[in-house]
């Protein structure tokens, strides 16, 4: 029956991942820390809006990401001694240098976000995308990006240095993900969508490939978020919270996060490193096993 073989194809698949996927059960934080916060911010801008074919009018609500969003985040993060990783298309080295130049000055981590938010299909090209993106951050920050958020394949990151992943949901704990052929593993720092501004806030133009209409009061959104954190602080010791300046860079957001980040901070023992952090901590007392 073609069910039962459908079935035989997810048992099989199923096993495949189970097999590559080795979670790191106990993170044990530096000095006490009772649970790892990784602030990231996706600084897509109006990218991400051009590649879903909006039309030019909806530019403008990724651009207010660039002009003013980003330099919100940045402004909150440093008012609570937060460490953020900023996951920075290479364009956006183009368009919003002095944001980026910003964000490495006032400590944040700058990692990769791929060239224009796309990663080809091409192994040279998505190659030279990746390098290309590398060298377009370095020159702005001095600094050669260790980390992505994006699809770039494990193989090719590792060539270029790069360090760990912030990419897939498979669990709620960072984790390495082996090679299907054994050549190697990446750390992965993963997220969750119901941790991520865009869910809640973004709006997209209706006749574009994204046509979600989220407009969520940022109260129901605080409420959600912090029993999130609870629950990880409680249990997973880890936590990923992905955000958009275009998204979150609205007044009443920041004004939420405002409250959450303090929130958090009443609880003993809440660390909120950057993401190169975290993946160093991972690697140095738990590496991969061959
Ligand atoms: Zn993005």
């Given at each position: 029956m073609a069910f039962d073989s459908d079935l035989?194809?997810?048992?099989?698949?199923?096993?495949?991942?189970a097999a590559r996927h080795q979670v790191i059960e106990d993170c044990a934080w530096p000095e006490g820390a009772r649970i790892a916060v990784n602030v990231t911010a996706d600084f897509d801008a109006?990218?991400?809006?051009?590649l879903l074919g909006e039309p030019p009018m909806q530019l403008a609500k990724g651009e207010f990401g660039g002009r003013v969003g980003i330099w919100r985040?940045?402004?909150?993060?440093?008012?609570?001694?937060?460490?953020?990783t900023i996951f920075t298309p290479g364009r956006i080295c183009e368009?919003?240098?002095?944001?980026?130049?910003?964000?490495?000055?006032?400590g944040h981590e700058v990692a990769d976000h791929m060239w224009e938010h796309r990663v080809p299909k091409e192994p040279a090209v998505e190659a030279a995308h990746l390098r290309?993106?590398?060298a377009a951050l370095e020159r702005l920050t001095g600094r050669r990006p260790i980390g992505t958020r994006s699809r770039h394949s494990h193989a090719l990151l590792r060539a270029e240095g790069f360090l760990y992943a912030s990419e897939d949901v498979p669990d709620h704990r960072p984790h390495y993900i082996h090679d299907a052929d054994g050549g190697g593993a990446m750390l992965n720092l993963p997220f969750h969508y119901a941790i991520d501004d865009a869910m809640?806030?973004?709006?997209?133009?209706?006749?574009?490939?994204?046509?979600?209409?989220?407009i969520t009061d940022p109260d129901r959104v605080?409420?959600?978020?912090?029993e999130a954190f609870r629950q990880q602080y409680e249990v997973g010791g880890y936590l990923n919270i992905c955000l958009h300046p275009f998204v979150s860079g609205r007044a009443l957001r920041i004004a939420m996060l405002?409250?959450?980040?303090?929130?958090?901070?009443?609880?003993?023992?809440?660390?909120?490193?950057?993401?190169?952090?975290?993946?160093?901590?991972?690697?140095?007392?738990?590496p991969p096993t061959a």
């Amino acid at each position: 029956m073609a069910f039962d073989s459908d079935l035989e194809e997810l048992r099989a698949a199923a096993t495949g991942y189970a097999a590559r996927h080795q979670v790191i059960e106990d993170c044990a934080w530096p000095e006490g820390a009772r649970i790892a916060v990784n602030v990231t911010a996706d600084f897509d801008a109006m990218l991400l809006r051009r590649l879903l074919g909006e039309p030019p009018m909806q530019l403008a609500k990724g651009e207010f990401g660039g002009r003013v969003g980003i330099w919100r985040l940045l402004e909150l993060f440093g008012s609570h001694g937060i460490t953020a990783t900023i996951f920075t298309p290479g364009r956006i080295c183009e368009l919003y240098p002095e944001a980026v130049r910003a964000a490495a000055r006032a400590g944040h981590e700058v990692a990769d976000h791929m060239w224009e938010h796309r990663v080809p299909k091409e192994p040279a090209v998505e190659a030279a995308h990746l390098r290309r993106t590398a060298a377009a951050l370095e020159r702005l920050t001095g600094r050669r990006p260790i980390g992505t958020r994006s699809r770039h394949s494990h193989a090719l990151l590792r060539a270029e240095g790069f360090l760990y992943a912030s990419e897939d949901v498979p669990d709620h704990r960072p984790h390495y993900i082996h090679d299907a052929d054994g050549g190697g593993a990446m750390l992965n720092l993963p997220f969750h969508y119901a941790i991520d501004d865009a869910m809640f806030f973004s709006f997209a133009w209706l006749n574009s490939e994204n046509a979600a209409q989220r407009i969520t009061d940022p109260d129901r959104v605080f409420e959600l978020w912090w029993e999130a954190f609870r629950q990880q602080y409680e249990v997973g010791g880890y936590l990923n919270i992905c955000l958009h300046p275009f998204v979150s860079g609205r007044a009443l957001r920041i004004a939420m996060l405002d409250r959450l980040f303090s929130r958090m901070k009443t609880l003993p023992g809440v660390w909120f490193p950057s993401c190169e952090a975290v993946a160093r901590h991972c690697l140095a007392t738990c590496p991969p096993t061959a």
